[in-house]
């Protein structure tokens, strides 16, 4: 019997054929080909956004684990893209060039992936910059709030020093809020002070869909919808909602994310199907900013298998033979 695992190689155990009676005959080889899928994520942060991970620390932590693809995606910047494609490369990953929007929409607002990038253009360049202009604003908002709220004296400076000096996001803020012992972790800076409705949450500007869905398509990706269950939409409401977003310029949704449970993945895959969008899975990994999310796996611990990757022909068709860009 020949076995095939996941590096290409074959394993061979003989097979004694026997005669009635018990003689032994002949030996002959059957051969069964076992294919073992490989491990991917098409969600992920480093930081370039709000990521504890360089770009180039994240793809060697992919290939460690044995990741064969991987898509960078952090929040509203494609600046970690180009080191981490170069290290991808270096590394034989298969790597899909991402971004992520937070978009304007009316109860608050939602995630949109853009994955398969390839040519972002002037007009994608203008609208990363102009996030970068919203966010640094809304930035200096929550230091105003921390000092007078805490009596404390930190400047935006503080803050950006802990972000290495890429874009900040509100791990950063939660760590400023450890170091002065207001907090013990992360996950007790969010639910007392950062998280959305708390004293320090602060909305920025986020741009509408149909823009960034344009900006997407115009740079060569897809769109897809991150996390839906964090839509918070009733699932009688929900199939409407989704072919509306298809008609303005959806293509997928991400069905497997590790904030939601088994059952609501299934039935959003499911869902999506029939609506025909692609169906994509990411673990949404920002390292030690949210330890419980690990590389490679979704919903339920679940390993994200290759096979997702190459439902999305327009990102599975990309791969050149090192990366997609």
């Not at 460690?64 to 693809?69: H, N, Q, T």
């Amino acid at each position: 019997m020949y076995t095939l695992h996941s590096y290409g190689m074959f394993q061979q155990k003989p097979h004694t054929a026997r005669r009635r009676g018990g003689a032994s005959a002949h030996c002959v080889f059957k051969t069964r080909v076992v294919y073992y899928p490989h491990m991917i994520d098409l969600h992920t942060h480093s930081t370039a956004s709000d990521g504890s991970l360089t770009p180039s620390q994240l793809i060697t932590e992919a290939r460690a684990i044995g990741l064969s693809a991987i898509a960078l995606t952090d929040h509203d910047t494609i600046d970690g893209l180009d080191e981490a494609r170069s290290e991808a490369t270096r590394l034989g990953i298969r790597f899909i060039s991402g971004i992520e929007f937070a978009i304007h929409w009316e109860p608050g607002e939602f995630h949109l992936l853009g994955l398969g990038l390839h040519m972002p253009d002037a007009a994608f360049s203008a609208s990363i910059a102009r996030l970068a202009h919203t966010r640094e604003k809304r930035n200096k908002e929550i230091v105003r709030r921390i000092n007078e709220e805490l009596n404390l004296y930190i400047v935006y400076e503080d803050v950006v020093q802990q972000s290495g000096g890429h874009s900040v996001g509100r791990p950063h803020f939660a760590k400023i809020l450890i170091q002065h012992k207001i907090v013990k972790n992360m996950k007790q800076a969010f639910d007392r002070y950062l998280g959305k409705g708390r004293p320090f949450y602060a909305p920025k500007e986020n741009p509408a869909f149909q823009d960034a869905a344009r900006l997407i398509k115009a740079a060569g990706g897809i769109a897809v919808l991150a996390h839906p269950m964090s839509l918070y939409v009733a699932w009688g409401r929900l199939p409407a909602l989704l072919a509306s977003l298809k008609e303005q310029g959806l293509d997928g949704i991400e069905a497997w994310h590790p904030t939601a449970k088994l059952g609501h993945c299934k039935r959003l895959e499911a869902l999506g199907h029939k609506l025909g969008l692609f169906i994509t899975a990411g673990s949404d990994f920002h390292g030690e900013f949210r330890r419980e999310r690990k590389l490679g796996r979704t919903a339920g611990g679940k390993k994200i298998e290759d096979a997702v990757l190459e439902a999305i022909p327009p990102l599975s068709g990309a791969w050149n033979g090192t990366h997609c860009v």
